[in-house]
């Protein structure tokens, strides 16, 4: 080859880089998907603030009994979290103890606001929310009272205790 065309050669490679380097370069890409599937189930739970409502100490007085009641006891606080509808529901079993196990469970009464007063049962009744299913929640408060009727005749000396059960549930 001749030296100039050898010469144009080599202009022509170089011009031919200097364009080829001007043009944006292709962008590769590659995309791909995927599924992520998740089962969420049903969340209800219950936490009680207190386990025991303890009266020791605390000994009845002769005008609480002329009254025929302590009331204002502060019972736990209930705390529901919920991802779907609930309910709590409570019921008292029978007085154990060294004193008259023979009192009716409806002598210790429940209260949502220290004010109405509703006698146990050894059977469930709902107690929150007052009617229907309560919506799904984060964090639903609810404080609790006991009233204890009390009767110079029947409520004899000695212990006294009752497992007051709550149940949440989730109709």
């Known amino acids: 080859m001749r030296r100039g065309a050898r010469s144009f050669a080599v202009a022509c490679v170089a011009a031919l880089a200097v ?25 209800v739970n219950l936490t009680l603030s207190t386990q025991t409502t303890n009266l020791t100490g605390t ?3 002769a ?3 002329n009254a025929g009641r302590r009331t204002g006891i502060v019972g736990p606080t209930l705390t529901v979290k919920a991802n779907r509808a609930w309910k709590i529901s409570i019921k008292g079993a029978a007085w154990t103890g060294t004193g008259n196990n023979a009192k009716p469970v409806s002598e210790l009464q429940w209260s949502r606001d220290n004010a109405t007063y509703t006698g146990l ?10 009617s229907g299913n309560g919506a799904a929640t ?10 204890w009727l009390l009767h110079t005749g ?16 989730a109709p």
Do not use: C, H
């Open 19 to 43: 364009l080829l380097s001007a043009i944006p370069k292709a962008s590769w890409a590659q995309s791909a998907s995927a599924t992520v599937r998740m089962t969420v189930t049903d969340v």
């Open 121 to 130: 049962t050894t059977t469930l009744a709902q107690i929150l929310p007052a």
């Open 59 to 61: 000994p009845f007085t």
């Open 138 to 147: 984060n964090g639903t408060v609810q404080s609790m009272f006991y009233r």
């Open 154 to 169: 029947t409520d004899t000396r000695g212990t006294y205790q009752m497992v007051v059960t709550y149940t949440l549930s």
């Open 63 to 65: 005008a609480e009994f």
